[in-house]
């Protein structure tokens, strides 16, 4: 296994190794560090079935069945489908509006995800190049550069998280085929508290935990001045030097770490360039700390 990191903010290549074979204990934990320290992992040249790919991502903690789960692949609900693809009769073969805009995947949930991971089996490309990007934004980098006086602020504090919220936004969009959640699967998703400032599994750094995606409002605090806050932390987290944009390639096996980075999709591709994403959603459900330690 050989790691290139991308000299960026976030990101490395992992090369030399197969996915389909069950990884080693160390090189398991190789992955789990490698995670940790740049946020965004990229295995290209991958080929396996539904079976070896739930597998894979299966290793770094329970998967998740989504709340809102229309698309998956055949007899597997944890692995969801991505794409902009109709079938002949007209049906969508996947979610077509995943991660337009910035979120972190699970903060609406009480039991928060580690990673995700998407294998890519097609990519739009336009003129040669591929589009369709998937950005990433560092959460480490964004709590070490905030002034220490607002870290003050923070310390200790908790944000409500609604999964409703992006929904909504996604809903209200011309075309969306979304519909309005039903009281089941809010009851399933209720709103929840999380720390604003976290201790990362595989770091033992900071984070910083919010989102523009699901952060709703800073707990016990005037509106006005959390909507201030987060406005702020919101346009924090844009800063240049937090991004990294992950260019696909068919074959790409993407893993991300969902507390120390945040993410969005660019939906710059028509029906005539096919997006076609397996995707699972790993919760932190291990003991990290002592797997990396
Ligand atoms: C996701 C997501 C981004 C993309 O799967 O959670 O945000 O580029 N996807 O498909
Ligand atoms: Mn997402």
Known sequence: MNIVPTGRSLGATIGGIDLADLLSDSDFRTVLRALGQYGVLCFPGQSFETPAFAAFARRFGELEVNVANQFHEPDFPEIMILSNQVTPD??????NDAGQGWHTDMSYSREIALANVLHALAVPVRNGTSVGETQFRNMHAAYDELPESLKHTLEGRTAT????KFWEV???RPG???AKLTDEQKRR???VSQPLVRVHPLTGRNVLYANPGYTMWIDGMDRNDSD???DYLFRHQERADFLYAHRWTVGDVLMWDNIGTVH???ADY???EPRYMRRAQVMATLDYRSLVG
């Open 170 to 172: 996604m809903r209200q």
């Open 189 to 191: 998703k209720p709103p």
């Open 90 to 95: 007209g049906k969508p073969v996947g979610l």
């Open 270 to 272: 028509t029906l005539e």
């Open 228 to 230: 201030t806050i987060l």
């Open 264 to 266: 969005n999709a660019i």
């Open 176 to 178: 969306s085929r979304r």
């Open 161 to 164: 998280h609604d999964f409703e």
